[in-house]
T-cell receptor
Framework: AQTVTQSQPEMSVQEAETVTLSCTYDTSENNYYLFWYKQPPSRQMILVIR??????QNATENRFSVNFQKAAKSFSLKISDSQLGDTAMYFC?????????????FGKGTKLSVIP | EAQVTQNPRYLITVTGKKLTVTCSQNMNHEYMSWYRQDPGLGLRQIYYSMNVEVTDKGDVPEGYKVSRKEKRNFPLILESPSPNQTSLYFCASSSPTAGGINGYTFGSGTRLTVV
């Protein structure tokens, strides 16, 4: 079974600064996807960014980028120019596409607070 | 608008009283799934479905039932709810595309309290 570990239960960052959230995972599979989801106080789950394991290039979505290290099984999220609206829980998630089941396994989350 | 609709958003019930949380998606997705979210534990999968009439257990299936009679609907049934099923529940759906999987689309969540 796959496991996803987020080692930082809580983090804070000053507005306009950059912050990196850590995520490691454990799998013996070669084909998989990795995701970061954001959950603001409204509790809606919002997809932030997605990475396919076979792609070496790190995914980027505006102010959000990842550092994907496949050999180290690491998938960190960098948020640049942090904004107050980035305050949320962030969940790292793993999906094994090779088995065809497309199940998502989540980490326990990191609570990010952006300070004015 | 493409979305996953869950109802109700909030529910307070008593121990042992059967309840159903409905989930419907309008994106023609094959995959649907139920998760529960508890503080400090993240989201854990309850059941998932690969297509109509195809369902399987996730990590925490005890005390829950599901059915997938139609592609768009995936209700979660608690036959005899207990207080340890007090949680925030999410339904989600997804489908493979030519570019792979884009991730799951989530409903707005159902806050269930069992007293």
């Amino acid at each position: 079974a796959q496991t996803v570990t987020q080692s930082q239960p809580e983090m804070s960052v000053q507005e306009a600064e950059t912050v990196t959230l850590s995520c490691t995972y454990d799998t013996s599979e070669n084909n998989y996807y990795l995701f970061w989801y954001k959950q603001p106080p409204s509790r809606q789950m919002i997809l932030v960014i997605r990475q396919e394991a076979y792609k070496q290039q790190n995914a980027t979505e505006n102010r959000f980028s990842v550092n994907f290290q496949k050999a180290a099984k690491s998938f960190s999220l960098k948020i640049s120019d942090s904004q107050l609206g980035d305050t949320a829980m962030y969940f790292c998630a793993f999906m094994n596409s090779g088995a065809g089941s497309y199940q998502l396994t989540f980490g326990k989350g990191t609570k990010l607070s952006v300070i004015p | 608008e493409a979305q996953v609709t869950q109802n109700p958003r909030y529910l307070i019930t008593v121990t042992g009283k059967k309840l159903t949380v409905t989930c419907s998606q309008n994106m023609n997705h094959e995959y649907m799934s139920w998760y529960r979210q508890d503080p400090g534990l993240g989201l854990r999968q309850i059941y998932y479905s690969m297509n109509v009439e195809v369902t399987d257990k996730g990590d925490v299936p005890e005390g829950y039932k599901v059915s997938r009679k139609e592609k768009r609907n995936f209700p979660l049934i608690l036959e005899s709810p207990s207080p340890n099923q007090t949680s925030l529940y999410f339904c989600a759906s997804s489908s493979p595309t030519a570019g792979g999987i884009n991730g799951y689309t989530f409903g707005s969540g159902t806050r269930l309290t069992v007293v």
